[in-house]
């Protein structure tokens, strides 16, 4: 398999930590977001939406990262990353796409740029965006995972799934920005919990090879 990404990416890093779960080995083609080099016709003609990640497993070509990570689990089911019951799995899905779906596709660096470029924001009003719908979504996770019995030693139970997948690179992105992490308690204990497992520390940005300071 060869994965196609940056090592700033969220979305590549949630893949990078299904990849690892699944103990799937894949040669990693680094992409300059802040270059361009997503733009490039070569890859394209891979992914005409221009983004990443994108997975090539074989002659396929998969985007989107959750799809990606679901059809990661479909063919490699061990350790599975969604549950079995169709509420749990629901309740797994709910808690990612909170992050994917919610917080960040206005908060990804395309959006971040078009505020520093287009509108002519400056360093810190892009901050306050940035962490502003962190926040926002932060609050409605951290009081989901906090009030339900189903919330373990991670997102839901005791094993990692997509919820923790999707959660974790989130954080991750907040520090960027420092924001303040006091108020969500819940979501920092699950953090620290996944980062403690190896498949999520070798996933993180600085241990990549295109890693930048």
């Known amino acids: 398999m060869k994965l196609y990404g ?16 699944k103990g799937l080995a894949y040669d990693l083609v680094s992409l300059h977001l802040r270059s361009g080099q997503q733009s490039k016709p070569e890859f394209l003609a891979l992914n005409p939406l221009g983004l990443v990640p994108a997975l090539a497993d074989g002659d396929a070509v998969l985007t989107q990262s959750l799809a990606i990570i679901e059809y990661l689990d479909e063919t490699h089911p061990q350790p599975p990353l969604v549950p079995k019951s169709p509420l749990a799995r629901a309740r797994v899905r709910a808690l990612a796409q909170a992050v994917a779906c919610d917080i960040h596709p206005i908060d990804n660096l395309r959006v971040l740029n078009y505020l520093a470029r287009e509108l002519k924001q400056d360093e810190e009003a892009v901050k306050r965006w940035f962490n502003h719908w962190i926040s926002v979504g932060f609050k409605g996770i951290e009081a989901a995972l906090a009030a339900s019995t189903e919330t373990g030693k991670f997102c839901h139970g005791d094993s990692p799934t997509l919820a923790d997948i999707c959660l974790v690179p989130q954080v991750f992105n907040s520090m960027r920005y420092a924001l303040d992490l006091g108020p969500y308690p819940t979501i920092q204990r699950i953090h620290k919990a996944c980062m403690a497992l190896p498949a999520f520390d070798q996933a993180q940005p600085s241990k990549q090879p295109d890693a930048e300071p």
């Open 6 to 21: 940056f090592f700033r990416s969220s979305a590549a890093f949630r893949v990078r930590i299904a990849l690892n779960l």
